[in-house]
């Protein structure tokens, strides 16, 4: 088309008057024409194009570049080596607009928003919306305290009340932010990261997070982590550990406390700290708990097999107790050993009573019809409830090492564990005091009147192996101490609560 056009061109400049000419430019100017009129068609295509091109890239909704141009513009700033760092934001409670208002309202919202943020932020910064109520920032900074300034004015922004509908609402967000690594192998890898940071901002209400590799239960090592942990379970590596509690007054061992430890293959033993938030992840748990049980009933087996009656406990995550698939193992593996329920004792959390506390109560009464013990783990750290204490069947509570371990510097620690004692006391419960890690702290408990002392004062967790020589070896010691001094006020409590509780364990069997 180009050479005929340039002929035709000729041709018309020329006019040659002899032979064929004058029949030649007719012809001629058909061919000019249509190369002109093919040339606007082809410019009408390409703005077309570019037209198509930038709707592509940019959000319906907003008007802002969405999904697809945030991709375009990282991978574009990842390849040239840039300084680079992505902002990722979703709007809290943005669905109980939707529900409330309608979606036509919470369209009106999105918009209003990202007028905002587009407002707030300078020209240069690419602002977008992915999707939803997500949004991102892409910033050619990687300086911390400048990104979670920029955070901070997108909140202001946002909060600044408006109106929808004759309502006024105030919008509030979560954001997480990821910053350039040279390990990253592309834009996705940056948007998992700072989606991962973003979860962390709403876990932790703060508003804004940086992306915390400890906290990435989804990264490429964990993901192998969770894996191995699933053979691992299957092969046997998952292990035992059991740490003695005393009783404060006759210094005898009466209970054991199952750890669960992994043998990794080549990574040696490895603390619950490691793996735990793993296995939630990956839906490990129920695996884990059923392991656990078989293999603290085994333990109490051999045990009593030796004449060591001592209590074995296990700990529950709140999903697996309530998930009526635990616990009916756990009775079928206590019937096949031949070892009574009343040898262990199930330590639930009071996450437990929570979510669903109708089913957390029908649950632990079917615990004590089967005449397992229950024991509150970590008492005094999570949404602590009088009324389930009253009303449920626990027997035993455990105070948390937070208030232990602090409890001679600080006043007020030292105020919770009296008054937790008093009241466990009251309702015939004992009181486990963990993380007793020094004399001190000890003989102060023994003295307020604790019942059962754990701790790395007395022993560190130890394979079931080492359990019965340990045992020989404190009876001993305790023998040769004689018993810990006690004030008479603490004698006297003491008496005055063992009265109480066979009150009230009488009262409560007289009950059911």
Known sequence: MIFAGVAAILVMALRPAAGLGPYLVAPAALTLLAAGGRLILALREANGAAEALALSLTDDLTRLPNRRAVRNRLDEKLASEESLALLLLDMDGFKEINDTLGHAAGDTVLQLAAHRMRGALPPDVMIARLGGDEFAVVSTTEDEVALLETARVILDALAEPLLVDGIEIALSASIGIALHAESDPGSSELLRRADVAMYQAKLSRTGAALYDPHLDDFS???????????????????????????????????????????????????????????????????????????????????????????????????????????????????????????????????????????????????????????????????????????????????????????????????????????????????????????AATAVDLIDMGVDILQGYHMAKPMPLLHVEPWIQQWTTFAASIGPWPLSDSANKERAAVSTRATRVQSARRSAR
Not at 289 to 298: K, Y
Not at 353 to 360: E, I, N, T, Y
């Open 220 to 438: 490429r090592p964990r993901l192998q982590i969770a894996e191995e942990l699933r053979r691992g379970i299957a092969a046997g590596e998952l292990v035992l550990w059991y740490q003695p509690q005393i009783d404060a007054v006759t210094q005898e061992v009466c209970a054991l406390e199952a750890l669960i430890r992994w043998n990794h293959p080549t990574q040696g033993m490895l603390s619950p700290a490691v793996f735990l938030p793993v296995a939630r992840r990956a839906g490990l748990m129920l695996m884990l708990s059923d392991e656990v049980a078989r293999q603290a009933v085994a333990a109490a087996k051999q045990l009593r097999a030796k004449g060591l009656d001592h209590r074995i406990a296990i700990n529950c995550a709140p999903p697996e107790l309530l998930s009526g698939v635990f616990l009916p193992r756990l009775y079928d593996a206590l019937a096949s050993a031949g070892v009574p329920a009343s040898a262990l004792v199930v330590e639930v959390t009071e996450d437990s009573f929570l979510a669903d506390p109708q089913r957390a109560r029908e649950v632990l009464r079917d615990m004590r019809e089967h005449d397992l013990q229950i024991s509150v783990d970590d008492y005094g750290t999570g949404f602590s409830s009088l009324s389930y204490l009253r009303d449920l069947p626990v027997q035993e509570l455990k105070i948390d090492r937070s208030f232990v371990g602090t409890m001679l510097a600080d006043p007020r620690s030292r105020m919770i564990v009296v008054s937790t004692l008093q009241m466990a006391h009251g309702l015939g419960m004992r009181v486990v005091a963990e993380g007793v890690e020094n």
